[in-house]
């Protein structure tokens, strides 16, 4: 790969752009999020396109919200063959496609844009790439758990509240600190899945209660990602029976995970999530199984 920026502007995507065809091997394929540095999908993706002997790679472009809008629209005029979604567009960008697959429009999320003839394909392998995490890390498909989704009704936790409806889990508890969006979720999926989700505040409280029912804890917010971060559950309520996953992939082990860890429950951070979604992108891009485990040597190399 050249010596590419680590972190590449919206601004660089108008008109042709240019400094991405320049590139040797030109970048065809992005990651848009703000902030965008800390993430590991590049050495992922790029991995896999040196293996499959893909003549193009994947860089990181700095997108605000406000900029989305137009980002999205230069991709086709800059050559993209599509980009991965992060904080805080998942939502956002929903408007703004030509299509939708039908897990997206489910989701109310996407993470993943594919151009086809000139337009704009979303998809979200959020869901997916959590499934196969909990079945890899746990050894238990996610069908088999009774979860409690920290975080549920946003970008990735609504992606991941809807795949457990999808999959039919004995029971699926979502907490929120807006209630309202949980309880808003919650009627959705009642209404389009006919499945039951519980929301519930999030208090140590209510919290309290749901831990004594349920086997899979997840944690779908942001916290985590900055050093420092407090854990999403207050202390003294794991237990060594519990199963616990934190999508949160940055920062070093979360707090949340040292939580875990201290009261004996088998734990895994968002590493694998993020491998198993990326590879499910990566076929979506190229029409072809993704080489797996060259991507996840990449990542387990970026964590030591």
């Known amino acids: 790969m050249s010596n590419a920026p680590e972190v590449f502007t919206s601004q660089d995507l108008t008109g042709v752009g240019e400094i991405f065809r320049k590139l040797n091997p030109p970048a065809r394929l992005a990651v848009f ?49 599509g980009a991965s979604l992060t904080i805080p567009h998942k939502q956002a960008a929903l408007s703004f496609m030509d299509q939708l697959s039908r897990e997206a429009q489910l989701m109310g999320a996407i993470n993943t844009v594919a151009v086809r003839d000139g337009k704009l394909f979303g998809f979200n392998t959020d869901g997916p790439g959590l499934s196969a995490a909990i079945h890899e890390s746990f050894g238990i ?55 039951p989700i519980s929301s519930i505040p999030m208090t140590t409280e209510s919290l309290g209660l749901a831990m004594k029912s349920v086997d899979l804890i997840i944690n779908a917010t942001p916290l985590g990602m900055k050093a420092g971060d407090p854990s999403p559950l207050p202390e003294g309520l794991l237990t060594k029976d519990h199963l616990v996953y934190d999508t949160v992939y940055s920062g070093g082990e979360t707090a949340l995970l040292k939580q875990a860890r201290s009261a004996g429950a088998r734990c895994a951070g968002g590493f694998s999530m993020l491998l198993h979604q990326g590879a499910l992108q990566n076929a979506l891009w190229f029409g072809e199984t993704a080489p797996l485990e060259t991507m996840r040597k990449v990542l387990n190399d970026l964590r030591r």
Do not use: W
């Open 33 to 81: 999020g703000d902030p965008i540095a800390h993430s590991a999908s590049p050495p992922m993706h790029n991995a896999a396109l040196r293996e499959r002997n893909h003549q193009l790679q994947y860089v990181r472009i700095r997108v605000t919200q406000d900029e989305l809008p137009q980002a999205l629209r230069n991709l086709t005029s800059a050559g993209f063959l």
């Open 141 to 195: 498909p996610l069908k088999k758990h009774r979860v409690l989704i920290l975080g549920g009704a946003g970008g990735a936790g609504r992606a991941i509240t809807v795949q457990c409806a999808l999959e039919g889990s004995p029971s699926v508890i979502i907490t929120n600190r807006n209630k309202e969006k949980g309880d808003l979720l919650s009627q959705e999926i009642q209404e389009y899945l006919d499945f």
